[in-house]
């Protein structure tokens, strides 16, 4: 290997040991291939982007914001037609005033359900914090308190749709049907865009008129299509997730139909105001900026995540993906089965960060959540989980969810540093 001396004395001063680079090393050599394979799907989603800018004829003057009302906005309306054009919806919201993922989901919900309607998740449990938004735990402002009711179809034991299940449960009060593209704090399997296709194809067969809502959070750019190339309603994410590309400093998306999203508009804002309001301040530059980088970060958190399944499956512990699976999401979870492994490896991670490396990271109790969570992140963006990061419920079976690195090379140290933590604390041998 070229500069191999250099590497190791530089890995050294970051505190990892020869035995764990020479370890890591090795695993990498198996990865070769698969990183790739990554790469080319990195090339055609640049494409893709750069093709949307350039149709909706980016500016310079759309790096610019607004203030006030943000009755005009041509950055922030032009950006919204680029994130249309990057997922083939017809329209999209992008928005600052968008506070996070859950935000986002949040106002597709409300924004196309009305009281005496029913929505049913058809992949099990949706993520934790969305309970509290449907009202599966009982929550002030909930769908549920406003009539909303709610089902719920489980994944079959081998991870894909219970397609009887679904059928048996739409009824006539169905309006929405929602699907979770990442496995979230679940340790099951991620879907496949594909799998997530027919399921929407399966549902509009029993009731065209159903909308269907993709969560598809840390999903954005693994693959070279996206579930509404597949004829999903609405795709909703976060951008200081994928495709944010680390630059973001906060907002989330919408893209659908144009009546979905006009829907999620009114009550974003207010009705009839609607796409009309909102000043994007300073943040339009970082919004194309990080969608412009995006598909390379993304690829990078890919291979941190197979990388860490690699790693951590060849030392005997259960992780999902497993070491050789397709990849749908960027998250990889390790199930240590004792809570020190989840501990140790937050540890690790945190002193690999660029910000922040001296926090050593604890359990804590989490709004939103139903267990302690401990969580490492040492990120640029407060709380993006683009960058480096994992967390993990201190609850059996103790597994830590990692996901992120703005760079393949960060993500590598970050797994070495929490191998490193855990064999120095004793609980794993290489
Ligand atoms: C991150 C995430 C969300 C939203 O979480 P926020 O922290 O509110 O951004 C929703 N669903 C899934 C699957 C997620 O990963």
Redesign the pocket.
Same mark, same amino acid.
């Given at each position: 290997m070229l500069l191999e001396n250099e590497l190791y004395e530089s890995y050294k001063t970051l505190g990892i040991s020869k035995e764990i680079l020479d370890f890591s090393n090795e695993v990498l050599k198996e990865l070769k291939e698969r990183f790739e394979k990554i790469d080319e799907v990195a090339e055609y989603n640049q494409m893709k982007v750069i093709y949307a800018m350039q149709k909706n004829q980016v500016s310079e003057m759309h790096l610019e914001g607004s203030t006030g009302y943000g009755y005009t906005d041509p950055g922030r309306d032009t950006l919204e037609a680029v994130f249309a054009d990057v997922f083939h919806t017809e329209d999209a919201l992008v928005r600052a005033q968008i506070?996070? %993922?859950?935000?986002?989901?949040t106002i597709a919900l409300f924004g196309n359900l009305r009281p005496g309607d029913e929505m049913i998740s058809i992949s099990g449990k949706?993520?934790d914090?969305?309970e509290g938004v449907i009202g599966i735990r009982e929550t002030k402002g909930s769908l549920a308190e406003y009539g909303v009711s709610y089902k719920q179809v489980d994944l079959l034991k081998n991870g894909s749709f219970d397609f009887e299940g679904i059928k048996a449960a739409i009824t006539d009060k169905t309006k929405l049907v929602e699907i979770?593209?990442?496995?979230?704090y679940l340790p099951r399997p991620t879907l496949s865009v594909q799998a997530i296709g027919e399921a929407v194809k399966f549902v509009k067969s029993i009731r065209k008129d159903i909308i269907v809502m993709v969560?598809n959070?840390?999903g954005e750019f693994v693959d070279v299509v996206e579930p509404s190339d597949f004829g999903a309603d609405m795709v909703v %994410?976060?951008l200081?997730?994928n495709p944010g590309g680390g630059l973001a400093p906060l907002g989330?998306y919408i893209a659908g139909t144009k009546e979905c999203v006009e829907n999620a508009s009114y009550w974003l804002m207010t009705p009839g105001l609607g796409k009309e309001v909102g000043a994007s301040l300073g943040v339009n530059r970082s919004f194309y900026q990080g969608l412009f980088l995006a598909p390379t970060v993304t690829a990078g958190a890919v291979k941190g995540a197979i990388f860490a399944a690699n790693v951590y499956e060849r030392l005997g512990f259960k992780v999902v993906p497993d070491s050789k699976e397709p990849r749908h999401d960027i998250?990889q979870a390790v199930e240590f089965g004792f809570p020190e492994g989840v501990i140790e490896f937050c540890k690790g991670i945190q002193a690999a960060a660029p910000v922040d490396s001296h926090v050593v990271p604890e359990p804590w109790a989490m709004p939103g959540y139903d267990a302690d969570v401990i969580m490492a992140a040492g990120a640029f963006i407060s709380?993006a989980?683009i960058e480096l990061s994992a967390d993990g419920p201190i609850k059996p079976p103790y597994a830590v969810y990692f996901q992120g690195g703005l760079t393949w090379y960060h993500a590598k140290l970050g797994i070495m540093k929490s191998l490193q933590y855990l064999k120095d604390g004793g609980y794993v041998t290489l």
């Open positions: 506070a996070c %993922g859950t935000h986002a989901l949706p993520y914090t969305l979770q593209r990442s496995k979230g969560d959070c840390y %994410g976060s200081i997730k989330g998250i709380g989980s």
